[in-house]
């Protein structure tokens, strides 16, 4: 469990841009910002199934010709188009649902959240265990069906999604596998144009290596007290990337309750990731020049982080 300790934020900046606007004579009342918009959401289950690739045997569960990835969604309720984010669940977790509070939020926030539920790494399926090498293709494989969808016409994502803003994010394994879609020339997707990764390493591929020229922005959230996966890990992952980076610490947080809370309830830890991904995701994904200032004032109104940037 994480542990909430009251101690002053540290915010060390490396460059910061900061963005400004003026208003140009217009007496009517501003429109309300996007940003503090806030969404109905509705959730829907898909199954997607990649019949160009196989699925390993594993335990008590047969191999398979093919991949089937059911898939969570949630999506905001009204008219727009908005960025979609493929969320990479970790190791033996059941269920995307695990994670409601922290995608729940970004669907509220305007975005569509689709979460795939990897044929090996989830305990809902008999014999799993982690399938890293094989997931990275599995997030553009969602990719790739929530756009068929978005673009097919009468269906529930038809014109919703906006397919030149798409990010990636996990936990844990899945965090490995976001570094793998997004950030890995094993399995880069170009359509990615920002990465979260949460309680995450870089997890050798087979071939390939890390960061290989790519600029993408890249959230990294750790816990100063994980007990799974130290935080020197996420300190490599920042020294490595070579475009718009930031990383959080956790002050006391541990593998788990940043991202999930406890028992399905937000934390203090927890609503500061909500907060805090969002800020970055408003600025990378829907050009919001002010994401970073909210960033960076956001943290330092609380008392559980430590914030790096170089942007």
């Known amino acids: 469990m994480s542990r909430t300790i009251g101690v002053r934020v540290w915010v060390v900046i490396a460059a910061l841009a900061v963005a400004t606007g003026c208003g140009g004579g217009d007496d009517r009342p ?18 997607f199934v990649d019949r160009s690739r196989p699925t390993a045997a594993a335990g008590d569960q047969a191999a398979r010709a093919e991949r089937t990835l059911l898939t969570v969604t ?10 979609l984010v493929v969320f990479a669940h970790g190791n033996t977790v059941a269920d995307p649902g695990y994670y409601r509070v922290l995608l729940n939020s970004w669907a509220a926030a305007g975005y569509v959240v689709a979460a795939p539920v990897f044929p090996l790494s989830s305990t809902r399926l008999p014999g799993g265990g982690g399938d890293l090498v094989n997931q ?6 969602v990719i790739s069906e929530m756009l068929r969808m978005n ?3 009468g269906g529930p994502y038809t014109g919703r999604i906006d397919p ?11 965090a490995m596998t976001t570094l793998g879609v997004g950030f890995h020339s094993c399995c ?32 990294i959230v750790h816990g100063d007290s994980d007990p799974l996966i130290p935080l020197e890990s996420a ?10 980076r930031f990383m959080i610490t956790i002050v006391g947080g541990d593998h788990d309750s940043p991202y ?23 600025h990378y994904l829907k050009g919001r020049a002010e994401g970073l200032d909210r960033l960076r004032d956001n943290l330092a109104g609380k008392a559980l982080a430590r914030l790096e940037m170089r942007a």
Do not use: C, K, W
């Not at 030149?164 to 899945?174: D, E, F, K, P, T």
């Not at 979260?196 to 959230?219: D, N």
């Not at 300190?235 to 718009?244: F, K, S």
């Open 30 to 47: 501003a429109p309300e910002p996007e940003a503090d918009r806030q969404f109905e959401v509705t959730s829907r289950t898909e199954t």
């Open 136 to 141: 990275p293709a599995d997030v553009s494989f």
């Open 74 to 83: 949630y999506s905001p309720v009204g008219e727009g188009r908005f960025p």
């Open 151 to 153: 673009a097919e016409p």
């Open 235 to 244: 300190r490599q992952i920042y020294d490595d990337a070579l475009g718009p």
């Open 188 to 219: 880069l997707d170009d359509r990615v144009r920002a990465g979260i990764v949460l309680a995450g390493r870089e997890r050798p591929f087979p071939t390939g290596s890390f960061f290989p020229g790519t600029r993408t922005p890249i959230l």
């Open 164 to 174: 030149g803003r798409i990010g990636v994010a996990g936990h844990s394994l899945g």
């Open 260 to 282: 999930a809370g406890i028992n399905g309830q937000p934390q203090s830890d927890t609503r500061l990731v909500m907060t805090a991904t969002l800020d970055f995701l408003d």
